[in-house]
C-alpha cells in the first residue's frame, strides 16, 4: 500500500484546510487509516482515526481536534480527506496520514505499517 498526502499550507488563526490522504496498491474490506502530527521537538501525536470495516465504519478524534476536524472519504478515488477548520497555531505541525489492513481502532503510530510522506500545516496567529 503507498500513501500519498496532500493538501498542507499556510493559513491564518480560524482558517481552513483540507488534507488528502490518496492510497494505492493493496486494498482490503477492512481497514483503518489514521492521521497524526508531529510539531517541532514533539512526539507524533494521534488526531483522527477512521475505521472502515463490514459490520460498521467508525471515525475518532483526539480531544485537542474534535468538533472543528472531520474525516471522509472517496471510495471512488481511495481517497481520504482530513477537514480542518477553526485551525489555531498549535495545530502547526507536519501532518502525516498511515493506514493498516485490519479493521481495529488504534491510535498508537507505531501499530500503522503503511506512512504517507507528511504535509507542512502552519497556522499564523
Known amino acids: 500500500v503507498q500513501l500519498q498526502a496532500s493538501g498542507g499550507g499556510l493559513v491564518q488563526a480560524g482558517g481552513s484546510l483540507r488534507l488528502a490522504c490518496a492510497a494505492s496498491?493493496?486494498?482490503?474490506?477492512?481497514?483503518?487509516v489514521g492521521w497524526f502530527r508531529q510539531a517541532p521537538q514533539k512526539e507524533r501525536e494521534y488526531v483522527a482515526v477512521a475505521v472502515i470495516s463490514r459490520s460498521a465504519n467508525r471515525t475518532y478524534y483526539a480531544d485537542s481536534v474534535k468538533g472543528r476536524f472531520t474525516i471522509s472519504r472517496d471510495n471512488a478515488k481511495n481517497t481520504m480527506y482530513l477537514q480542518m477548520n477553526s485551525l489555531k497555531p498549535e495545530d502547526t505541525a507536519v501532518y502525516y496520514c498511515?493506514?493498516?489492513?485490519?479493521?481495529?481502532?488504534?491510535?498508537?503510530?507505531?501499530?500503522?505499517?503503511?506512512w504517507g510522506q507528511g504535509t507542512q500545516v502552519t497556522v499564523s496567529s
Open positions: 498511515a493506514a493498516d489492513t485490519t479493521g481495529m481502532y488504534d491510535t498508537s503510530p507505531s501499530h500503522y505499517k503503511y
Open positions: 496498491g493493496r486494498t482490503s474490506s477492512s481497514y483503518r
